[in-house]
């Protein structure tokens, strides 16, 4: 039977992935490091005001701050409120402005997990005939993304962009212990890992189509992927809520595209409310 790591264990293990010496963060806490080492240790039980101020400092995701309250005996101290809860309504609302403002470009909401919360039509026009079981309610960006049934094939850059998703999530996984965000990992990477398409400068009817921005520097690493004969080029954000108190708001992610040509905004302008 496995036993439940001390909360001195877990602060260890945190301090350790976070590169900082014992000495760096009592300096950091207004501690002492003999502290810091009793604590780790299991000599000195931390008072939940010293757990939640080290968690701080060691930049401890909300819900294994809990964990750690959890392992030093105390209750946790933020709540997990399911997003249908009726307490939630005035964010539920100001998200769903948020995604309906940013229209016609696309732009969703996923959880820790990438499971979208909710998306608006720009992305509704992107999962224009993927296959059924892959739009089975959660839907996943990631596993939509990467499936080979999914978005995969339409992407022209897919190797850098598989690449890009991949290393974002490797970067989660090792900020957290999340065993369901590792599996999912284990699954997506193990998709397939091909070119995207090798046509790639055949637009609608096999007529030659310019490369979307031709011309311009990309700010960022681009996704290019076609729709409906046309070659899209987008540019990603990733917009978190600041020092949260809930876990489900900690753990949501706003994701824009935003149009990284001007070809790229007149089509999708054009396709109308």
């Known amino acids: 039977m496995t036993s439940t790591p001390s909360v001195g264990a877990l602060l260890r293990t945190w301090r350790e992935r976070r590169g900082i010496s014992q000495l760096e963060l009592a300096g950091r806490a207004d501690s002492s490091s003999r502290h810091i080492s009793f604590i780790e240790t299991g000599r000195s039980r931390p008072s939940k005001e010293m757990v939640l101020r080290l ?29 249908d809860d009726p307490s939630m309504g005035t964010l539920r609302e100001g998200l769903e402005r948020l995604l309906t403002g940013y229209e016609p470009y696309p732009a969703l909401i996923v959880n820790a997990v990438y499971d979208v919360v909710a998306a608006n039509r720009g992305i509704a026009m992107l999962l224009d005939a993927l296959p059924e079981h892959l739009l089975v309610p959660p839907l996943n960006a990631m596993r939509i993304t990467l499936h080979p049934e999914g978005l995969a094939p339409r992407i022209r850059n897919l190797r850098e962009w598989r690449g890009h998703l991949l290393a974002q999530m490797e970067r989660q996984i090792a900020l957290s212990r999340s065993a369901p965000l590792r599996a999912l990992y284990e699954e997506v990477s193990g998709y397939p890992a091909g070119a995207g398409p090798q046509d790639a400068g055949a637009g609608a009817g096999g007529e030659p189509e310019p490369e979307p921005g031709e011309g311009a520097a990309y700010i960022a690493l681009p996704l290019l992927i076609e729709h409906d004969g046309h070659l899209l080029s987008f540019v990603s954000s990733i917009a978190t809520f600041n020092t949260p108190m809930d876990v489900t708001v900690a753990e949501l992610a706003i994701e824009t595209l935003l149009p990284a040509d001007a070809a790229t905004a007149k089509y999708l302008r054009s396709l109308g409310p």
Request: hydrophobic share 45%; net charge negative; aromatic share 6%.
């Open 55 to 83: 968690a701080d400092h060691l930049d401890v995701p909300v819900r294994e701050r809990n964990a750690l309250l959890l392992a030093a005996g105390y209750a946790p101290h933020y709540a997990q409120t399911p997003l």
